[in-house]
């Protein structure tokens, strides 16, 4: 039987990370290993540390990716993108030229008679008031527009500037080898106070999956209700993959 994997935060073309093309060939191996297994492909988000379409100009790069993403869709598989907090700028290049399904916002799927909500996960629970002001100010239609008339070389460069500084806050350390915050636990982590929340009215959903915490996490919120949050593609190499009814994360090594 067919496969659907979930993989996240990538963040391809980071400044921020050593032998980011090695990075990029190393997701086209896992790519190109599951294409005969795979039925789809969810890509929950920040694939790009920064990506802004302009009206007839992409960021230059990622060749081996978006070639490996076309030949994916060409074979029938689907293959869907999740905008995140670093590529909310996605619009319809990824859609005309490599046959991707772009979403702009949490999804709720059904798959093999399961319930899936899907998202990045950045606002979902998270009060912190900096990160909502910041949110806000990406999401604005007037930003955006003011920012599109900036010449492609001094807007990219900026973005990919102000994406590195906010990876390098992150970078690890003696005191926390794995660099990103580490899990807060059930009551005071913001994606788990939030499917807690959410079940409450809605109980249909069976899997919560999510990228943006860039921590490896499979929690049950009850004997129905299991929630992934499933790392990243910098350092982690983690995936999900459900089949036969049966969720699992794990990690990707050539």
Same mark, same amino acid.
Not at 52 to 75: A, C, H, I, Q, W
Not at 123 to 146: P, Y
């Given at each position: ?10 963040? @391809? ?14 997701? *086209? ?17 920040? @694939?790009?540390?920064? #990506? ?12 081996? %990716? %978006? ?15 999740? $905008?995140?907090?670093?590529?909310? #700028? *996605?619009?319809?290049? %990824? $859609?005309?030229? &490599?046959?991707? $399904? ?39 239609? *007037? &930003?955006? #527009? ?15 500037? #102000? ?29 788990? &106070? ?61």
């Amino acid at each position: 039987m067919k496969k659907v994997y979930f993989i996240s935060d990538a963040h @391809l073309g980071s400044r921020a990370i050593p032998n980011s093309r090695e990075q990029e060939r190393h997701l *086209c191996h896992f790519l190109d290993e599951i294409k005969t297994q795979a039925q789809s492909i969810y890509i929950l988000g920040d @694939l790009f540390d920064f #990506w802004f379409e302009y009206k007839n100009v992409v960021p230059k790069g990622y060749t081996r %990716l %978006l070639g490996k993403l076309s030949e994916l869709t060409d074979m029938g598989i689907d293959v869907h993108v999740f $905008t995140g907090n670093h590529d909310i #700028w *996605c619009k319809d290049y %990824l $859609t005309q030229e &490599c046959g991707i $399904t772009m979403h702009y916002g949490p999804e709720i799927i059904q798959i093999e008679g399961k319930t899936f909500f899907l998202a990045h996960g950045d606002g979902l629970g998270d009060e912190s008031k900096s990160f909502k002001f910041l949110r806000s100010v990406f999401h604005n239609k *007037c &930003c955006q #527009w003011a920012f599109r008339w900036l010449h492609p070389d001094l807007g990219v460069a900026f973005g990919l500037q #102000w994406a590195k500084h906010s990876r390098l806050k992150h970078a690890p350390s003696a005191e926390n080898p794995q660099g990103e915050p580490p899990y807060m636990g059930e009551d005071k982590e913001p994606l788990v &106070c939030f499917a807690k929340e959410y079940l409450k009215k809605n109980p249909q959903i069976d899997y919560f999956v999510f990228g943006h915490r860039h921590i490896e996490l499979d929690l049950m919120l009850s004997h129905q209700n299991r929630l992934l949050i499933i790392g990243d593609w910098i350092s982690q190499f983690t995936y999900a993959q459900f089949s036969n009814g049966q969720i699992t994360l794990d990690n990707y090594s050539d």
